[in-house]
């Protein structure tokens, strides 16, 4: 079975640091990603980790250890446009076809930015 | 660049209707996701569809019937909808291999079943 842990909420303040924990359990894994989502809009891609490491991306850095099932998506500076979910998603990639480019996401992050 | 497209954006229905919810991409992506989102539940996997006339189910796919006749359309079918089928939902898309290979979705149909 697929299990992906996020926590429910989150509030930082504009100016700050946050960073936002993903823990999964997968049958496979061919990598992990973290949308962004504002509220009624649909979900854009933030990045993409296969590898081990850190993966930097203007304000936002995303790291993996595939040992310890474990993602993060760090966000500096914060800006008041950052409050939205952030969705943690593993490709398992064990199936074959389009199957091997499913997602299953976690249940999403909501960060508000406060002033 | 129209991209990837859902119609209608909004809807309401009755228990018991069909419903067909739309979704257009002009990339020429091999492959089509269906999710739907829901409060608690986060994004759930519907159906998924590698080419034209080649579809899977998903996590959750009972009470919903798809096709795909041309790679551009994955028309999604309520065949009969019920309460619990009310949701917000998103089309995506993905190429077929090189790079990261994300999925880019829809602007989402919110459906609701009185």
């Known amino acids: 079975g697929q299990n992906i842990d996020q926590p429910t909420e989150m509030t930082a303040t504009e100016g700050a640091i946050v960073q936002i924990n993903c823990t999964y359990q997968?049958?496979?894994?061919?990598?992990l990603f973290w949308y962004q989502q504002h509220a009624g809009e649909a979900p854009t891609f933030l990045s993409y980790?296969?590898?081990?490491g850190l993966e930097e991306k203007g304000r936002f850095s995303s790291f993996l250890s595939r040992s310890k099932g474990y993602s993060y998506l760090l966000l500096k500076e914060l800006q008041m446009k950052d409050s939205a979910s952030y969705l943690c998603?593993?490709?398992?990639?064990?199936?074959?076809?389009?199957?091997?480019?499913?997602?299953?996401f976690g249940k999403g992050t909501k960060l508000s930015v406060i002033p | 660049d129209a991209g990837i497209t859902q119609s209608p954006r909004y809807k309401i229905t009755e228990t018991g209707r069909q419903v067909t919810l739309m979704c257009h991409q002009t990339?020429?992506?091999?492959?089509m996701f269906w999710y739907r989102q829901d409060l608690g539940h986060g994004l759930r996997l519907i159906y998924y569809?590698?080419?034209?006339?080649?579809?899977d189910k998903g996590e959750v796919p009972d009470g919903y019937v798809v096709s795909r006749s041309k790679t551009e359309n994955f028309p999604l079918t309520l065949e009969s909808a019920t309460r619990s089928q009310t949701s917000v939902y998103f089309c995506?898309?993905?190429?077929?291999?090189?790079?990261?290979?994300?999925?880019?979705f829809g602007p989402g149909t919110r459906l609701t079943v009185l």
């Open positions: 995506a898309s993905t190429k077929r291999a090189g790079g990261t290979n994300e999925q880019f």
């Open positions: 997968t049958s496979g894994f061919n990598g």
């Open positions: 980790n296969v590898l081990d």
């Open positions: 998603a593993v490709r398992d990639g064990e199936n074959s076809g389009a199957g091997s480019y499913q997602l299953t």
């Open positions: 990339w020429s992506h091999s492959y």
């Open positions: 569809s590698a080419a034209a006339d080649i579809t």
